[in-house]
């Protein structure tokens, strides 16, 4: 089981979004049928873009608040969220925690990958964690 982190600037579009989960998910050889679900920062649920992919996919959207995230330890933190968002870190972090609300071992499969399309501004974060059993 795979959970799926984003952390996006605001108002992303959902193409942007199929194809940073489409290239991670080629790029490591996994498979879609392994989501569990997406995971991000609470201000983000408002996100059309991530709320439509979860409901094309049917997949869960798990959120959580910027003090949680940032107790979490991630290979990867950038200090300059904290000013902005509260936690150096919301793509990464926000995999693990979902994955450590079904499991205690769980594993970064993938750290943070940045994704922007050429004809758009806005950037994504996808990082994915896996549950292991």
């Not at 997949?59 to 003090?67: D, Q, V």
């Not at 902005?84 to 925690?97: C, D, N, R």
Request: net charge neutral.
């Amino acid at each position: 089981m795979l959970w799926i982190g984003i952390g996006c600037q605001q108002g992303i579009s959902l193409q942007l979004v199929d194809m940073g989960i489409m290239q991670v998910f080629q790029q490591y050889q996994l498979s879609d049928q392994d989501i569990a679900g997406i995971a991000t920062i609470n201000t983000k649920f408002s996100e059309i873009a991530i709320r439509e992919f979860c409901r094309i996919y049917n997949l869960p959207l798990k959120t959580f608040n910027a003090e949680t995230l940032a107790r979490v330890c991630v290979p990867n933190p950038n200090p300059k969220f904290i000013q902005q968002l509260g936690t150096p870190s919301v793509a990464e972090a926000s995999a693990i925690l979902a994955g450590l609300e079904i499991t205690s071992e769980v594993k970064l499969l993938v750290p943070k990958q940045v994704f922007r399309l050429p004809a758009e501004t806005k950037a994504m974060t996808i990082a994915i964690a896996q549950i292991m059993t």
